[in-house]
């Protein structure tokens, strides 16, 4: 395997595992408060699902000659990115329906083409990942649509949920063809089968009308049906708050670096103490 | 009281501690020592909700006044729930977890393992669909109960202190009063004198098996039976009953 290829799929195979992990953050920050017992195991299996979407891409990641420990560190040691997206806050229920519908809708977008990429175990992954991710899509627009057609205040939070999470959900798809440094090897090396401006348009054109659909309005004003190209035109994103978020300057950076480093040290006892236990089996195993 | 009365009680006695126990276990995502653990208890809390949830919608059908399975869990205020003391322990660290989801899950399986031939239709559908999970919950538990107690000298340590410092909850499980009384007559519930020494058993097996040692009763907690909670559970009810409380009338 030529090794830049190697490189490029651990950066973006490990990335993408990072992000489920430190995705399960902003969700389960409303776990506890779910309103009605349904909503809160469906939320649960979701975020469950993400965890183990995380398992099945450091599987992937492995077999590219580095360990799942070696791939953490470089979470936990900052050196590591993850999706800027889990790096914005959730602060009303109403974000669960905006994650589930566009965060999660625009990752799909993304996947749907990844089964397709030229690396065996990380397609594979993707098939696996693409058919619970679609029903984690249908769960935030679930919850957005009843919010959307319930009380005044639930039509206003949901709406607000929309306003904070529509631009860094297009901006998911990462910078413009033009300004990506990393589109044009994928590209030719077939890991990426589509653009990060092709994904983001395919994702546009299709949210616009669920958003019409229960009342919502996308805040783009520049956003308008394009008949020529068969495509929606749109604004500009603002690329500084992008490039900030980034390089970690979101307003929830610290917190979930921090979170997910805390979790960790707390567990070092235990995991700890299931190794020495198996070696002990082992050594009593050895001595019979 | 009437027949009728004390099987909603009973019913909200198992759904309560499901539930509760699984909303402490909810509290564990995305904060375990490992990536499988976090699934393992997701997992876990995801069972008992199911369970909560079918004992609750039960309950509120039986009582005849149109409440819900939502409206049992999050327009009910402390003294009303009666969910067992063990099942509202706070977390703690991963041992304190251990602990008291082991002393729970080895009486929930005996105690579903004794409920498969209740009278009742619905509670012996319940222990028969229940008893699977717990199994599982079960052997989840007292597997990580040995390998914290014969692992390292800090975890043994912790882990024993753990199991001593749940150990004056564990009485409260096995209390009964004229619901189990008119119950027991019916033969839809069980007398839980006869689950203890099993329970025992279980508990005694596995501690040696992890060297660790059993405690001796001295002052024990009461009180699940009439409603009398710890501190813990007001703050737990106060979160998970957020919403419902903030926007009575939305539907979500």
Not at chain 1, 20 to 25: D, K, S
Not at chain 1, 29 to 48: D, E, F, G, H, T
Not at chain 2, 26 to 38: A, H, K, R, T, V
């Amino acid at each position: 395997m030529p090794e830049a290829y190697r490189k490029h799929l651990q950066r973006q195979i490990s990335q993408h595992a990072h992000s489920e992990i430190i995705g399960m953050q902003p969700e389960g920050n409303w776990l506890l408060r779910a309103p009605s017992l349904r909503a809160k195991v469906v939320l649960l299996a979701k975020i469950q699902d993400e965890a183990g979407h995380g398992l099945y891409l450091y599987s992937a990641a492995e077999t590219l000659g580095k360990s799942r420990t070696e791939y953490l560190n470089e979470l936990r040691t900052g050196k590591a990115k993850y999706s800027s997206i889990f790096n914005y806050p959730t602060l009303t229920w109403a974000d669960m329906g905006a994650v589930g519908w566009l965060v999660d809708g625009a990752a799909i977008v993304n996947q749907v083409s990844l089964q397709r990429t030229s690396y065996g175990p990380y397609a594979r992954s993707m098939v696996k990942i693409c058919k619970e991710e679609s029903f984690h899509q249908r769960q935030g627009y679930e919850i957005i649509t009843d919010m959307a057609r319930g009380s005044e205040a639930q039509k206003e939070m949901a709406q607000d949920a929309l306003n904070r999470f529509w631009w860094p959900s297009i901006m998911m798809f990462g910078p413009h063809d033009s300004d990506s440094p990393n589109t044009g090897n994928a590209v030719k090396w077939k890991i990426k089968r589509a653009t990060n401006d092709e994904l983001r348009q395919s994702f546009i054109d299709k949210t616009v009308h669920q958003a019409e659909i229960i009342g919502l309005t996308i805040p783009d004003p520049d956003l308008k049906w394009n008949e020529k190209r068969g495509h929606y035109d749109f604004g500009e994103m603002d690329w500084d708050e992008f490039w900030r978020v980034v390089k970690g300057g979101g307003p929830c950076s610290k917190q979930r670096l921090k979170h997910y480093n805390d979790a960790h040290n707390s567990g070092e006892w235990v995991r700890k103490a299931a190794k020495t236990y198996a070696e002990k089996q082992q050594l009593k195993q050895d001595v019979a | 009281m009437t027949t009728n009365e004390a099987l909603i009680n009973y019913c909200l006695r198992l759904g309560d501690s499901s539930l509760i126990l699984g909303q402490r276990m909810s509290e564990w995502c995305s904060n375990g020592p490992i990536l499988e653990e976090d699934i393992a208890m997701s997992n876990i809390a995801l069972d008992l909700f199911g369970q909560a949830r079918i004992m609750l919608t039960y309950a509120g059908k039986i009582e005849k006044k149109g409440r819900t399975e939502n409206d049992l869990s999050f327009k009910r205020l402390e003294r009303e729930f009666l969910n067992n003391l063990l099942s509202e322990r706070p977390n703690g660290h991963f041992g304190d977890t251990v602990a008291r989801n082991f002393f729970l899950s080895a009486f929930s399986f005996h105690l579903y393992s004794a409920l498969k031939a209740s009278a009742d239709e619905q509670i012996s559908a319940f222990a028969i669909k229940s008893l699977k999970e717990v199994t599982y919950h079960l052997r989840h538990s007292a597997e990580w109960i040995i390998r914290l107690g014969d692992g390292t000298e800090e975890s043994h340590t912790k882990i024993q202190d753990s199991i001593e410092n749940l150990w004056e909850y564990t009485e409260d499980l096995f209390a009964m009063n004229e619901v189990d009384k008119i119950l027991i007559k019916e033969k839809i519930a069980i007398d839980l004198n006869t689950i203890k020494p099993l329970w025992n058993k279980t508990i005694n097996e596995i501690l040696t098996k992890a060297t660790l040692n059993q405690p001796e009763n001295s002052f024990m907690q009461s009180g699940s039976l009439d409603g009398m909670h710890s501190e813990v559970l007001g703050h737990l009810l106060t979160e998970m009953q957020f919403l419902p409380r903030a926007y009575p009338t939305a539907k979500w």
